[in-house]
């Protein structure tokens, strides 16, 4: 993960939850429709609305 987003509350959510930049993730799940979707990192499952996890910016992990 490069940036993590938001405003506010949310932000503070997302860092608290452990979504801090430099942190691996990997998306494991996706609802039929696309939303929510479900991330792992740090060794547990997070699940978030596709609105949230739109403002989180990732790269792809370099060999």
Known sequence: MTTVGGEG????????????????????????LGDPIEIFLRGYELTLRLDDANKITVAPEEP
Do not use: H, N, Q, S
């Not at 509350?9 to 039929?32: E, H, S, W």
């Open 9 to 32: 509350i949310l932000r503070r959510r997302f860092l608290d939850m452990g979504l801090t930049p430099k942190t691996k993730v990997m998306v494991r799940k996706k609802a039929p």
